[in-house]
């Protein structure tokens, strides 16, 4: 299931294109433009954070106000029907993930101004605690959340006891996001787990996904993801890509 925001941070979004994108380009010089390019995938990057929430870029994470990032905005509405979504068996519990520590954190903290308990499993957890961590959200019932970066929480971890997984924002590999989504898919898994994603509409976040679903359903793992990252690519095919909807 994905959930679409209306924006992401328009004004910050046009701004950075107006102000930072075409700089990139000239960085280049004359080699060929890929989205991997260590310029333009800078420019892409702060893209995707200002769609997550524009505090990633800015610094300034105004305590939960509602009309500052549209996706954030759906994050809440989101927890709200899952909290009071009924459950016929064991409470309901909520997994997400984002590839921003900064966002991951904000998640975590909202989630416990909400009254719910949660957990924050990011780059500062070491290894060896995250398992003990993961077994007391799946065994303690008053423990509603468990927020994840990507690159803590892809691989190795079990999250059966929950049933609701929100991926807050799109990671470059399909694959990455599949193993992270695997984590709740765990042996022992007796629940409907539901998967949504929140993707900012009318941005580069929504070609981005598009690309990535696209290559997902064609490959079948049969070429890497990653090779997306290092295809050339046009100047006009570049615009395109990162161009803002009315």
């Known amino acids: 299931m994905t959930k679409r925001a209306k924006d992401g941070g328009s004004e910050e979004l046009y701004q950075v294109l107006d102000r930072d994108l075409e700089a990139a380009i000239q ?35 105004q305590p939960y106000r509602a009309g500052v990032s549209a996706k954030f905005d759906a994050f809440t509405e989101i927890f709200e029907e899952i909290r009071e979504a009924v459950s016929n068996s064991q409470p309901n519990k909520l997994v997400a993930f984002s590839q921003y520590r900064p966002m ?23 290894p060896g605690d995250r398992p003990a961590m993961c077994r007391s959200f799946n065994e303690d019932e008053g423990q509603f959340g468990m927020v994840l970066t990507l690159g803590a929480g892809g691989v190795g971890l079990d999250l059966q006891g929950a049933n609701y ?16 989504i695997d984590r709740v898919h765990r042996l022992g898994q007796e629940r409907e787990v539901v998967v949504i994603t929140i ?22 793992q049969v070429i890497e993801a990653d090779k997306l990252m290092g295809k050339e690519i046009t100047r006009q095919e570049l615009l395109e890509l990162v161009r803002l909807d009315p």
Request: charged residues 25%; contains cysteine.
């Open 27 to 61: 960085a280049v010089g004359g080699r060929k433009l890929s989205l991997g390019n260590p310029h333009i995938f800078a420019i892409l990057t702060k893209l995707n954070q200002i769609c997550c929430h524009p505090g990633i870029v800015s610094g300034d994470f």
């Open 104 to 126: 991951a954190a904000y998640l975590q903290a909202y989630i416990e101004a909400a009254g719910k308990r949660s957990t924050l499993i990011d780059s500062t957890v070491l």
């Open 165 to 180: 997984v929100v991926m807050y924002d799109r990671w470059w590999n399909p694959a990455v996001e599949d193993q992270a």
């Open 199 to 220: 993707t900012a509409r009318g941005t580069p976040e929504e070609r981005i996904e598009a690309k990535l679903d696209r290559k997902r359903r064609l490959a079948e």
